[in-house]
């Protein structure tokens, strides 16, 4: 039998050697992660990672040899789909979450669009959040080397600093990490493997809704306020998170649905590989009293949804948007245009998804 309400689906990634398989193993003896689906991705012709995993078969599906993040995606798919049947027949009599342990090669953003993309899979699991574990040793240099460590990184909702038992307490390096990663990504807590006791529950439940509460829970998902911390070190533009922008929209008036809709669609048809990822919750005109949470990767939205109130007294619009290489004021202004302006007739969509430079008052 189904649960009443849709199953918490994780993302755990991180680049190679980032201490993931430690992380998960440690994970997995927690007894607050009972009744937990694992679902590991292997890379290459041998698997190893699976038999590091210290969980009984039952508990573990391993993915056929190939990249997560392309040759076995609609695998994916077919292995949430498979749990959803176990359950409804039942031969799983509970599952409480999906843990995705990606390869570390993997870009994140196909993943989350394998669960969010899919019209029957988003109403039996709801995208809990993305956590990238980071090497304490040489992060820095992973960083530094390899673009994929980055979009991990800048699409994570928590960041697990492993392997911190092997550098100093008060390192320099340490310290110099952590705040790069905080440039690349400023609304994700860094959490220490080695010293948060509460390891679970400070990774997991980092999505809108909010178990306890049984209601969304905006402040904890959007982490806004972090985003409004301007940054304004020198960045070498030969390191790739010099190309990262994170930033936060904010309209203080209802916006028209219609202009909501135009620059969501606008948006990801022309700059799709260059929006990681954008989030929010939106103040529509129709209705003001009920928002409208907006969740996206690249070009793949999750079907907005309706909350029944607003979770607290900011009745602000607001939009996370995390980008590579898309300059944070060409997305401002193309907000604006739409957002400062009468509403675009509609039969003028595709000619502005075309030509943006048609959006009257647009200037990029």
Not at 5 to 22: A, C, D, E, R
């Amino acid at each position: 039998m189904m649960p009443a309400t849709p199953i918490p689906v994780s993302i755990l990634t991180g680049f190679l050697g980032s201490g993931k398989t430690t992380l998960l193993n440690r994970l997995l003896k927690d007894p607050a992660l009972r009744d937990t689906a694992v679902i590991i991705n292997e890379f290459g012709d041998v698997g190893i990672d699976h038999l590091l995993v210290e969980q009984s078969s039952d508990g573990v599906i391993e993915l056929s040899d190939g990249c997560l993040c392309c040759t076995v995606r609609g695998e994916l798919v077919d292995t949430l789909a498979d749990l959803v049947e176990r359950l409804q027949t039942g031969s799983i009599g509970a599952l409480a979450r999906v843990v995705v342990e990606t390869t570390g090669l993997a870009d994140p953003a196909p993943v989350l669009h394998a669960i969010m993309g899919h019209p029957v899979l988003v109403r039996h699991f709801r995208l809990d959040g993305v956590v990238v574990a980071v090497d304490a040793v040489n992060g820095d240099s992973t960083l530094d080397h390899h673009e994929e460590a980055i979009k991990q990184v800048a699409v994570a909702d928590r960041i697990v600093l492993t392997k911190t038992d092997l550098v100093a307490p008060a390192s320099s390096r340490l310290a110099a990490l952590t705040e790069r990663l905080r440039r690349i990504n400023p609304g994700a807590p860094q959490i220490r493997a080695d010293e948060d006791a509460a390891l679970v529950g400070g990774l997991f439940e980092c999505g809108l809704y909010d178990p306890e509460t049984k209601s969304a829970d905006v402040a904890r998902w959007l982490r806004d306020e972090a985003y409004g911390q301007r940054h304004d070190h020198h960045h070498d533009v030969n390191r790739h998170d010099a190309r990262i922008r994170a930033f936060t929209l904010t309209e203080d008036r209802p916006v028209d649905p219609a202009a909501l809709e135009m620059f969501v669609d606008l948006l990801r048809s022309s700059q799709a590989e260059h929006l990681l990822r954008m989030k929010g919750i939106v103040c529509l005109s129709d209705d003001p009293d009920r928002p409208v949470v907006v969740h996206g990767v690249q070009s793949i939205f999750h079907p907005p949804a309706r909350l029944d109130a607003w979770p607290g007294t900011d009745r602000r619009s607001r939009l996370v948007v995390i980008t590579r290489d898309l300059e944070e004021d060409f997305v401002r202004r193309l907000f604006r245009a739409f957002t400062d302006r009468p509403q675009v007739d509609m039969p003028d969509r595709q000619a502005l998804a075309n030509n943006p430079l048609a959006i009257p008052g647009f200037k990029p």
